[in-house]
């Protein structure tokens, strides 16, 4: 398994409650840009640390938030494509569908390959429905031109005799024809997120990595999804490292210290839905039949939104923002506790979902302070991560399908 050290980088002391939303519409008034370039100097020491743990590192990306201070994917994979020797390097991801340029980006991708000598993996994402306005993006359309973005952006890291024209529906470019090539041929990996089963289809069909973040017990429906399109593909069952999945990750000497240190980091999980209701839902995100299913589904007394909750082995589904630390660990949204708590918890859920190659953990969070990040990702480097690399998946049976398969 290769595992992968997440954190967003927050600005944690201006998540105030009071603040009506910490994204979009929060005055920059209330960030201090001498504590901000601290936090990132030490962000950056935190990993730059995992070259010598042995923990890939992954990055992503959003704007005018407190909750992110990483507007870009490509400024801090661009340094530590050089202050890393030895580690892999993601990015998951970049919003190409709130992105002006794709061929800027495509430049991007290939420099920072050359820079960490093929150490890069890319992903893409649509972005959240938040993320159109700081932006300056349309949410109608916003499926197809993610689509378009992709394609132009792997027509250009693979065109090598020349330059191309490109005229789609969202971009018109004259002359394509990125320098450098990247390392990787015919380029680095790449990823795609969802935190539904919906996309799976289109990213097996890309032969994607697919990767989805704090969604539990719910990823097997993806991950059955992806592997049930490469069976009728007729590609056999995939190898489970186009499978990955993020968590909240905390490791102690003791239980209790360990679920100390899980408070601090799933502030992440407290502050997400602290947006102002106006950015939630832009009219046009959401394909019409699905906002008219959940405002179906949102009229009964019991009804919990998938993307706002998780869901326990019983079935039942509580708000991830309200549910106890108990609950976020049966669910498999975290795992806590000492070495061994942890390796059983992460053990469980890869047994629960058929297997999986890539692990992402939020290892920092919140207002976690940096010693206590460097302690637990220390532990897990030395009494985790070993024993996570012996893991291999046994017989999985799909549900619905006769047929087992066995992933590489």
Known sequence: MNVWQFTEQPYYPAWDPAH?????????????????????SRYMDEWEMCDE??????????????????????????????????IR????????????????????IAMIDCYSHGRYEVGFVRGGPFEVWPANAQPVGQTRRFGEAYRLIMKALTTTDGPFSWQGEFFHERSVNIWPRPYQQPHPPVWFVSIG?????????????????LTGRDSKLLFDTYRRKWLSLGWGMPPVDMLGYMGIVAVADTEAKAKERAHHIAGYIRTGSQLAPQFFNPPGYVPTRVEAQAMRNSTRADFVPAYA???????????????????????????????????????????????????????HGGDLPHADTVDSLGLFSREVLPRL??????DYELPGLQTEGKAA
């Not at 390097?89 to 991007?108: F, Q, Y």
């Not at 976020?328 to 992460?346: C, K, N, S, W």
């Not at 690399?389 to 046994?394: A, D, I, S």
């Open 89 to 108: 390097l993601l990015s998951l991801g970049i919003p190409i569908a709130n992105r002006p340029d794709p061929v800027r980006v495509a430049e991007e």
């Open 309 to 363: 909750s998780v869901v326990l082995k019983d079935g039942s589904r509580v708000y991830q923002k309200a549910a106890s630390m108990e609950q976020l660990i049966e669910a498999h949204v975290m795992f806590v506790g000492t070495p061994d708590q942890v390796y059983r918890q992460i053990k469980a859920y890869y047994d629960y979902v058929g297997g999986f190659g890539n692990l992402m953990i939020m290892g």
């Open 389 to 394: 690399k012996e893991l291999r998946p046994g």
């Open 20 to 40: 009506p939303s910490l994204r979009n519409s929060l005055p920059g008034r209330h960030l201090d840009p001498k504590l901000a370039a601290d936090l990132y």
């Open 197 to 213: 089963p919906g996309p799976g289809n289109w990213i097996a069909e890309q032969k994607g990595k697919v990767g989805t973040f």
């Open 53 to 86: 743990l042995g923990i890939n590192i992954m990055i992503n990306e959003h704007h005018s938030t407190a909750t992110c201070l990483t507007s870009s994917c490509h400024v801090p994979l661009s340094i530590l494509a050089r202050t890393t020797k030895k």
